[in-house]
């Protein structure tokens, strides 16, 4: 099984994607805690997806290759994408320090230099392999440095920004 946070439009939903238990290209998909049959007919790659049915009713979709966005005949909505069992870990540094725990490129930055964070509060967005993880603040503090802006590839313990 695998859990996945997905936000359509600001709307987020826990999904977990159970492996098929019959026809080839029929999931059981929980969705908040509701299960739902889902079926994807004729898939053979994600980018190849176009028709989905869910719960017995089909919509035709098209969905960015790069999971940005999707549409259906409701309109095209923001997309976001997250594994929710992948396992990050930010490299210590004992200075507060907020070091890149993997390469990647900086999709959102949520504060200011300056600002005031809590312990864990998210900080920063980083996108590795169209995953997105969330950076948060390894104390309470001030954010004295803030080293990385929207859209910048940063590489792997590179200094994103301080806490002090």
């Known amino acids: 099984m695998s859990k996945i946070g997905v936000t ?3 709307q987020t939903f826990e ?5 098929p ?6 999931l059981s998909v929980v969705v908040n805690g509701q299960s739902l049959p889902v079926s994807l007919p004729g898939l053979v790659s994600p ?3 176009n ?24 309109g095209r909505h923001s997309l976001e994408v997250r594994d929710l ?3 990050t870990t930010r490299p210590v540094s004992g200075d507060a320090r907020v070091k890149a725990p993997v390469p990647g490129l900086v999709t959102r930055v949520l504060v200011t ?14 996108e590795a392999m169209k995953m997105e993880n969330e950076i948060t603040a390894p104390r309470s503090g001030t954010v004295s440095r803030l080293d990385v802006t929207v ?6 313990n590179q200094v994103l920004a301080e806490i002090s």
Request: hydrophobic share 45%; no cysteine.
């Open 47 to 49: 980018e190849a997806m």
């Open 151 to 156: 859209g910048q590839g940063v590489m792997l």
């Open 15 to 19: 999904v977990e994607v159970r492996p």
């Open 21 to 26: 238990q019959g026809n080839e290209g029929e």
């Open 85 to 87: 069992e992948a396992v």
């Open 113 to 126: 230099q300056g600002q005031s964070v809590e312990a864990g509060q998210p900080i920063m967005v980083l």
């Open 51 to 74: 028709w989905i049915i869910v719960a017995g009713r089909p919509y035709e979709i098209i969905v960015d290759r790069d999971l940005r966005w999707l549409q259906w005949s409701g």
């Open 8 to 10: 359509i439009d600001e």
